[in-house]
């Protein structure tokens, strides 16, 4: 007996859950990419490579950040670059998670991050500059996880939501450096 109704009413819901089943049990060694998945997933594993080595770099640079405070009022702002390593790292961690369901793998290679990186690692000179260096990151990060977003679309919902909750990170580690950077200029 098939699931399908012999008719079917305008607007309504239907799906072939035999053939669903079958084609599971067919490509098991896929994992979760399922003949449904629509994105290029070259493309997809390629972005998510390039936003782990973004927030590689990131979290390097707020950690060196962290250490490196100096002066009036450093202790906090010290605090709250720790606080964003930690976040960026946890970011990272995602992406690789996310690289490996879709069959691939995390590229954490050294010698490439740098090049692969949508940010720069700048180290900034004093404070000030130290933040500024994190806020034009920040805004980075912003603006090419949006354009990733959009290019994802539908075609992989699930790849689209982790950026789409980093995203939200990131803005509101801007917002934190812009916040710091208000009292010093």
């Known amino acids: 007996m098939s699931n399908k109704p012999a008719s079917q009413p305008q ?3 239907v799906m072939d859950v035999q053939k669903i089943r079958e084609q599971a049990r067919k490509h098991m060694s896929d994992g979760s990419v399922t003949q449904s998945y629509s ?13 782990l080595a973004t927030e590689i770099v990131c ?10 405070a100096k002066g009036i009022n450093s202790e906090a702002v010290a605090t709250e670059f720790a606080e964003h390593a930690a976040e960026e790292q946890e970011h990272a961690d995602r992406f690789a998670e996310r690289i490996v369901q879709l069959g691939g793998a995390p ?27 994190n806020l034009i990151a ?16 539908d075609n992989d919902i699930t ?3 982790i950026f789409e ?21």
């Open 165 to 185: 909750d980093v995203l939200a990170v990131e803005e509101e580690h801007a917002d934190d450096m812009a916040d710091l950077l208000e009292g010093r200029e």
């Open 39 to 51: 994105a290029d997933k070259e493309t997809v594993l390629k972005l998510l490579n390039d936003a």
């Open 107 to 133: 590229d954490f290679a050294p010698d490439s991050l740098k090049t692969r990186s949508h940010s720069e690692y700048k180290e900034g000179g004093n404070l000030t500059d130290m933040i500024r260096e």
């Open 11 to 13: 607007g309504s819901f």
């Open 138 to 153: 920040e805004r980075i990060a912003i603006d090419t996880y949006r354009e990733i977003i959009r290019y994802l679309g």
């Open 159 to 161: 790849t689209r939501r």
């Open 59 to 68: 979290t390097l640079r707020y950690k060196r950040h962290h250490f490196m």
